[in-house]
């Protein structure tokens, strides 16, 4: 699987609130997480997220860049509960991950956390005829460097989708196109250095993403969506998230 990540921060917070920053400050990430998935058997997969970032950051003191391998992550996901029915499947899967601290912490911006970091979650997803339902929820224990300790995180994310054609399948596989709706939240606890709480870190924010995919055949799958914040709670003054894009391909090799 294939995708580009583009997230944009460009207007500076406090306490919840837009100001205005006199450094006009911007950051712009590009992420391409390169992910390869392993099934071990019918219930349990393994895999591996190799991303590569661009990071450009810009104030009217001048702009500096990076590129190159952030920090890679391994995942492990198991099916926990399969019910089927008529034209219907149910199906609950749990998952685990661990971040590893390959990234260079030292460039300017940075392109890594420095940090172990470890996530469990759950994702349950309904299935039926045209339409879908699901639903995510994980928690990351993130670690520290250097005295400096990154707040840990909620994810919790709802979705809805659509198949909008075909109506009925004559044969199937068949060109498919889905439509999609999601509510995506994180909630991400102050940052603690040395032992003193960084007030100018964590936060809530929820985002609303509607998307669209398009399946030509059973070993291609093509996706993008737009994220759009509607709820913004930073915690001190920080950057905001404005906007975030993804372009996505998934390709079947097997």
């Known amino acids: 699987m294939l995708r ?32 390869i998935p392993y099934n071990i058997s019918n219930d349990l997969l393994v895999g591996v997220v190799a ?48 971040k590893l601290p390959t990234g260079n912490k030292s460039g300017t911006p940075p392109l890594g956390t420095g940090s172990w970091d470890f996530s469990v979650g759950s994702t349950a997803a309904w299935i039926g005829n045209r339409l879908g339902v699901y639903g995510d929820v994980s928690y990351a224990f993130n670690g520290s460097l250097e005295g400096y300790s990154y707040g840990n995180v909620l994810s919790y994310n709802a979705a809805i989708a659509f198949r909008l054609s075909p109506a009925v399948y004559e044969t199937y596989p068949a060109v498919q196109w ?43 799958l093509f996706e993008t969506s737009l994220q759009i914040p ?25």
Do not use: C, W
């Open 51 to 98: 991303p590569l970032l661009n990071v450009n950051s810009k104030s009217v003191a001048g702009s500096v860049s990076s590129t190159g391998l952030s920090d890679i992550a391994l995942f492990a996901k198991h099916l926990l509960v399969q019910v089927d029915g008529l034209q219907e499947t149910f199906r609950v899967i749990g998952k685990a991950s661990i």
């Open 4 to 35: 580009a990540v583009v997230v944009s921060k460009s207007q500076l917070y406090r306490d919840g609130s837009e100001i205005s920053d006199p450094l006009n400050r911007s950051v712009v990430a590009t992420i391409v997480p390169m992910v």
């Open 230 to 254: 509607i709820y913004k709670k930073l915690n001190g003054t920080q950057l905001g998230t404005s906007l975030i894009a993804l372009l996505g391909v998934r390709v079947l090799f097997f």
């Open 178 to 220: 889905n439509l999609y709706l999601e509510v995506l939240g994180k909630y991400a606890a102050r940052d603690v250095s040395n032992g003193v709480t960084n007030e100018h870190s964590g936060g809530n924010m929820v985002l609303l993403a509607p998307g669209i995919q398009f399946i030509p055949s059973r070993y291609f």
